[in-house]
């Protein structure tokens, strides 16, 4: 069975026994709701991602939106064409009931490894992958979704860390009122929102001041405020202290940077940046990442 026809009976209603359609190559790599695997498709011999849904956290997911009509992560992550966003070739179920995507694989580290690891790739390549980071998200909204739990865990860059691509729609909701009504907290807590910890309600702007926070801590290896455990609770600080400058951890940036992305982790809906467009002009003529031009 070709690529196209296996992705044809899958959205015709078909399971798929992936543990017999796809060869291993890598163990799983858990998430908070999933299973990744680098493969090899036995059918097409492509290497791919393959990425199979806990079906019960899943399942708990959903029931928030019960009646809603919620599009599934495969749905949605088919709906995106994008360089900077990560390809998803096909979606389906697996004979187990689970839902799974088949997407590209990409080689290379998350954000979060190279900030955990306080990696020297880093050093004159951020205005890039900023601006990259950036325009995915933008693309994400402007496709009528908010993304949900943007972090540097769900960024996945190139080996030599000049590029990179956004991963991860499981918790992406449409950006229609029936999905942005209070007391949806979802998302990765050290990241989140007031509005989002404080269950009131959200639009796209909780990703603009989750960006903020990644960016901030992209620059400086750091959070602006205190790391939580990683439960809700521990997000309860977010916004509620004045983060230390930007220049304090990384004293060279140029200030038009260090002004954007403070702009963006203001905990006041009506200062913060509105949107990335906006984002994404104020750093328009920003050609260094350091203030004496040296990137």
Sequence with gaps: MGISSFFKSVLDGGKVDVSSRYEILRDAVSGTMSHFHKVRDRETSQIVGLKVLDKKKTEQLEMRFRGLDKPTEGEIAMSFD???IVTTHGHGLTTQGEQFLVMEYLEGPGL???IIGRSEL???NRLTLMRQAAEALQFVHEAGYIHRDICPRNF??????TSLTLIDFGLTVPANKEFMQPGIRTGTPNYMAP????RKHTDHRLDVFAFGVSMYEMFTFELPWQRGSGDGLAAMGNGQTTPTPLE????NIDPKLSEAIAQCMLPDLEKRTQSIKQFLSTIAKVKHEDRAGEG
């Design 82 to 84: 994008h360089p900077r």
């Design 112 to 114: 979060n490894s190279l």
């Design 122 to 124: 880093l050093q004159g």
């Design 156 to 161: 996945v860059c190139s080996p030599d860390a």
């Design 195 to 198: 509005e989002v910890v404080r």
């Design 248 to 251: 304090e951890h990384y004293p």
